[in-house]
């Protein structure tokens, strides 16, 4: 089907941030566009509001002027909501409450036409509850947009068990239309977005929760070695504590307190104390007017740079291990070193050489009689114990190796300090600002990918989402720099699987589980997007 005719009106009923900002994407991409409120003040204020945003855009020449008027005048108040009954979709913004939602929704069904698309904003209510006591149960979907609307390109385009495919393909037609990136998904708890990103806070906390660093830290390290945006700290000052809680808890008891989703006693510390975020002028961070200044992520002193380094280019060959020293990583390690005038040497694999690598392969690299490994899921302890090498240091996750500023490592408990200064110094000769956590299992940006993905993993074996829409959402609506699932064909499927399953011996834990699509994945050598 194609997208809503512009000859057809759109209603927006609810006027706040939300559905102001549908109803400015609606008349910018050229509907009529009715905007109803229960408080009439509000509407007019809505419009006004958009008008202000249309004059701006001219200012700074990113919207003509004609273009800004035709927009404004396609944006009309309605004062009573027998004004929708024309309406070929109406899109609900109001209170995130199902009780009000279904209520609307019914008084909607007398006063629209049968063929009138109803969609709900909602960003945690079942859509199929939402529709179960309307007459036509099958022309109500779920079109959920991220704030700012205006802004953010995602819209989740939610089925309900009734919802006609039709009407759903209708909706996404139109989303696309209106400029966005749409993607489909079945009703479930989180739909895409709420449900797959809740490891990225989980996994923070529990970092935070251990004591592997402080938040100012882990934020940096998720930054500047795992290239998102913010870090789950500063996201979540910037969210609101109590709202990404009661996120957290909603997505948690929708899964009848499925472990992967358990919310975090420290977050509920900060929501009982207050400390909201920037809301509240305090989180994890300080602010507005005299705020102090913020603290600063741990960094290690400066160490002598290593003269002489090995590396290995080939994984052992014990079936199924993880490719930690391939040329993905070991090989954009290398080149910067060499470019700092490291004499960086290629290491003979134990394969190369007929005879097996032993439990673990060969480590990415030597330094100084350290073996430096990427962390596979251990701490370094473990590792170091099952290696029989006392000076183990690990290194975590990095977007991309040959351009990340950062990088964390972590040392056994058993590694003298003057193995683990020489890596230090080996890494910061390659640029790093390197940062030290304690040893915790599966470190920061590896855990916390590994568990994105095995969360992506799990939405898409149970029919919520495609692979591709996994990843579109993530992407687009929370902004992170790669799909959950293009990051682990990137990595090697089996690196995910063998973190997520020492994860899971380390802590004893079923939150670490592994979905059975990647199991399938990892044992047909296929990856997402082969």
């Known amino acids: ?19 102001a900002g549908i109803a400015q994407v609606a008349a ?3 509907y009529t566009v009715k905007l109803y ?4 003040e509000v509407v007019a204020k809505a419009i006004s509001d958009i008008a202000l945003v249309f004059n701006k855009l001219v200012a700074k020449e990113r919207m003509s002027a004609v273009a800004a008027a035709a927009a404004i005048a396609r944006l009309r108040a309605a004062v009573t909501l027998d004004e929708v009954a024309g309406a070929g979709l109406v899109v609900e913004a109001i209170v995130e409450n199902l009780d009000a939602k279904r209520g609307l929704f019914a008084e909607l069904e007398s006063i629209v036409g049968d063929d009138c698309v109803l969609a709900t904003n909602t960003s945690s209510i ?22 700012p609307v205006p802004l953010m390109a995602l819209v989740e385009v939610i089925s309900g068990l009734a919802t006609d495919a039709a009407v759903a393909q209708t909706v996404c037609d139109t989303a696309a239309a209106w400029g966005k990136n749409p993607v489909h998904a079945k009703s479930t708890p989180g739909f895409i977005v709420n449900r797959v990103a809740r490891p990225f806070y989980a996994e923070g906390w529990r970092l935070l929760g251990e004591r592997a660093a402080d938040a100012a830290t882990i934020d940096a390290v998720m930054r500047e070695a795992g290239g998102f945006r913010m870090g789950p700290f500063e996201l979540m000052d910037l969210i609101g504590h109590d709202v990404n809680f009661s996120v957290t808890q909603s997505v948690f008891n929708a899964y009848f307190n499925d472990p992967r989703f358990t919310p975090s006693v420290l977050q509920q510390e900060m929501v009982n104390a ?13 602010y507005g007017d005299g705020a102090a200044v913020a603290p600063q992520p741990h960094t290690e002193a400066a160490q002598p740079m290593p003269e ?54 060969a480590p990415a690299f030597h330094c100084n009689g350290a073996a430096v490994y990427l962390t596979d899921g251990r701490s370094a302890t473990e590792r170091a114990r099952d290696n029989q090498h006392p000076d183990t240091v690990l290194f975590d996750l990095a977007l991309d190796y040959a351009s990340a500023t950062r990088i964390a490592v972590s040392c056994s408990d058993q590694c003298s300090p003057a193995a683990y200064q020489s890596v230090v110094g080996l890494f910061q000769a390659a640029g790093f600002a390197v940062t030290r956590l304690d040893d915790v299992p599966g470190m920061a940006v590896m855990r916390t990918v590994a568990m994105l993905v095995n969360e992506a993993a799990d939405a898409v074996n149970q029919g919520v989402c495609s692979a591709e829409a996994a990843d579109i959402a993530m992407q ?44 399938r994945k990892h044992a047909s050598g296929a990856g997402f997007y082969a």
Do not use: C
């Open 1 to 19: 089907m194609a997208a809503l005719g512009k000859d057809r009106l759109v209603a927006v009923i609810g006027s706040g941030a939300m559905g």
């Open 274 to 286: 207050g400390f909201l975020g920037r809301k509240s002028g305090r989180g994890f961070y300080a």
């Open 37 to 40: 409120d229960t408080r009439p």
């Open 126 to 147: 079942s859509v199929t509850a939402i529709a179960a006591k309307l007459r036509k149960p099958e022309r109500l979907v779920g079109m959920h947009f991220f704030n």
């Open 28 to 30: 910018v991409a050229g």
């Open 476 to 519: 687009k609506g929370v902004n992170y720099p790669r799909g959950p699932l293009a990051w682990a064909d990137a990595i090697g499927i089996g690196q995910v699987v063998t973190v997520l399953t020492n994860l899971a011996a380390s802590y004893g834990e079923d939150r670490y589980r592994v979905s059975p699509l990647l199991r």
């Open 308 to 361: 002489f380094v090995s590396y290995t280019v080939e994984q052992g060959a014990k079936a199924g291990a993880p490719r930690v020293a391939g040329s993905v990583v070991a090989d954009a390690l290398a080149g910067r070193l060499r470019a700092a005038g490291v004499n960086v040497t290629h290491r003979q694999s134990p394969e190369a050489r007929g005879h097996a690598a032993g439990a673990d392969g």
